[in-house]
């Protein structure tokens, strides 16, 4: 029975690389290569198994910005068939963003949709519970392995104490942790291919309503001593003594 | 109102808010009865073991009974969720993975790390549900006991096939006075037993980084340090070949001193570190341990 997925990826700069401002604290974001998320990555992996193994389509939709067509084409290379890219995205509003992809997702015929659990940049995990609650669709989180079988999904969940093995008909919303598998890096052969394929964008005429104000963003201070020693015979009488200072 | 299915998680954030606002407190945890000894007025206990969906029907029925000003759910992987579907269903904005809040003037002012641990973002909403970051506050025990009724679960649309326990049972990293973590430096499963002298003779706890917890499994996943992980605050951390990526700062920067080894002088660990050795751990946790053994 071939199982069609939608699957949600995010394009986000290169927090690897994010600096801040010696000075100021300020986040130096402007200029920083972007780069697909990570989870997305990992909810890609698993949509593209799942059609390798199972039959089916698999399609990729994103709430980003026109340059978010290089994360498409990623997507693409990785084994998505067909692709869409929602544009106005401003800034960092589950509840907006939730909105534009459910609406789309209504749209399009699905057994599952699936995303990652938290993204590696804002971290706020909400959007698969959002989605899934505007969709009607029971939600399956945090999947560290999830199978198909005829009308249904059977996922391993991962909470804080346990793994629980849990069973919903489709369609339904599944959200994956990093662990569930190793994004595969594309040949070239495919991702030559992929950069042929179309870059389908539509605007969004879905606006926020969230009054949220920034207050501040800036990187933590360090109050760390920072005394490195790169003589171990000087370092370790050093270390010893604060540790038995702290110990006491 | 006060959610959390980890039982130490919902006791930190009514330690947390008490003084500051009465609590009821709901728990999908294995101890109810241990969550009425902190702060919370009526404790709801929500029997069996359940998913995301039913324990936010189940809130959402208090939350039109009682009128609650903030619902306060502790950030895991079903608070999460939790927090997410009862937020729509409330059309109550959500302030996520908070650290710290005030209140000003009718809007809630909140603090949570951003670009995965890189910043601290300080935000003024109007939101009302706020998924809270574990380790904000120690527990904090109240006279007064709170009371205790069960509520029985929704009807599901998930069925639950099994179960697997995967905490060790042993270890409590958010309470641990020392912790010796260790990274990718460690190299292999076999080498860790290279660290316990170095454990022992600091009294201290194991924890490691995300890579060691869980890609590899080499130590268990409640013994891991990190944004998506424990975050600790022990008087002591001690980083063994632990790189120091941003994402695992984020879980021990509440440690007192830090001390790290590593062999890669450029590792960020040393900015976060107060006291650092460049070398090899194998070389160095062995003189050390003697250092420590003999007060030199």
Excluded at chain 1, 62 to 86: H, Q, R, W
Excluded at chain 2, 120 to 135: C, D, Q
Excluded at chain 2, 155 to 162: D, E, K, M, Q, V
Excluded at chain 2, 267 to 274: C, G, H, K, L, R
């Amino acid at each position: 029975m071939p199982v069609n997925i939608i699957v949600l990826f995010k394009q986000i700069i290169d927090i690897d690389l994010l600096k801040a401002d010696p000075s100021t604290g300020s986040p130096l974001v402007q200029n920083l290569p972007l780069r697909l998320e990570t989870l997305s990555k990992n909810a890609i992996e698993e949509a593209v198994r799942i059609k390798e193994k199972k039959g089916g389509k698999v399609y990729g939709l994103c709430f980003g910005t026109e340059k978010a067509s290089s994360a498409l084409k990623e997507a693409y290379a990785m084994g998505v068939d067909e692709g869409l890219i929602i544009t106005g995205y401003e800034r960092n509003d589950p509840t907006r963003t939730a909105k534009v992809l459910a609406e789309k997702i209504k749209t399009i015929p699905h057994d599952i949709v699936m995303m990652g659990n938290q993204s590696a940049e804002s971290y706020t995990g909400l959007l698969a519970g959002k989605i899934a609650k505007i969709l009607g669709e029971p939600l399956l989180s945090n999947a560290i392995k999830v199978d198909v079988e005829e009308g249904k999904a059977r996922v391993v969940m991962a909470t804080e104490s346990e793994n629980l093995t849990a069973e919903a008909a489709t369609p339904l919303v599944i959200s994956v942790t990093q662990e569930i598998n190793e994004p595969r890096l594309p040949p070239v052969m495919q991702i030559l291919q992929a950069g042929k394929k179309p870059i389908n964008m539509e605007a969004t005429s879905i606006s926020g309503s969230s009054e949220v104000q920034v207050i501040s963003n800036l990187a933590p201070k360090s109050e760390r001593k920072k005394l490195v020693f790169e003589d171990p015979e000087k370092g370790i009488p050093e270390v010893s003594k604060a540790i038995r200072e702290a110990i006491k | 109102m006060v959610f959390s299915d980890v039982d130490d998680l919902g006791i930190q954030i009514n330690s947390f808010l008490s003084g500051t606002m009465e609590t009821d407190s709901v728990t999908s945890g294995k101890d109810p009865y241990r969550v009425a000894k902190y702060c919370a007025g009526n404790i709801y206990a929500l029997k069996g073991r359940q998913f995301p969906e039913s324990i936010a029907a189940s809130i959402l029925e208090l939350q039109k009974k009682n009128d609650y000003d903030y619902i306060f759910i502790g950030s895991t992987a079903i608070g999460r969720d939790v927090a997410a579907l009862l937020s729509e269903d409330l059309g109550f904005e959500v302030a996520s993975e908070i650290t710290g809040f005030r209140t000003e003037g009718g809007r809630i002012i909140t603090r949570r790390f951003f670009y995965g641990g890189k910043t601290v973002l300080e935000e003024s909403s109007t939101a009302k549900i706020l998924t809270v970051m574990p380790g904000i506050s120690e527990p904090k025990s109240s006279a007064k006991e709170g009371t205790v009724t069960e509520i029985e679960s929704p009807a599901s649309r998930i069925t639950l096939i099994g179960a697997e326990d995967k905490t060790s049972g042993a270890v409590d990293l958010e309470k641990a006075g020392i912790i010796v973590s260790i990274g990718r430096g460690i190299g292999k499963q076999e080498n860790i037993e290279k660290v316990n002298p170095l454990v022992e003779a600091v009294r201290g706890e194991l924890a490691g980084s995300r890579p060691i917890c869980l890609d590899y499994h080499w130590l268990s996943e409640d013994r891991q340090v990190g944004l998506s992980g424990k975050k600790v605050r022990p008087r002591v951390y001690i980083a063994l070949g632990i790189s120091g990526q941003i994402q695992h700062i984020a879980g021990m920067r509440g440690s007192k001193t830090v001390v790290a080894i590593n062999k890669d002088k450029a590792a960020p660990i040393f900015e976060e570190a107060d006291y650092g050795i460049v070398g090899d751990l194998f070389q160095i946790v062995p003189k050390l341990v003697e250092a420590i053994k003999s007060g030199q």
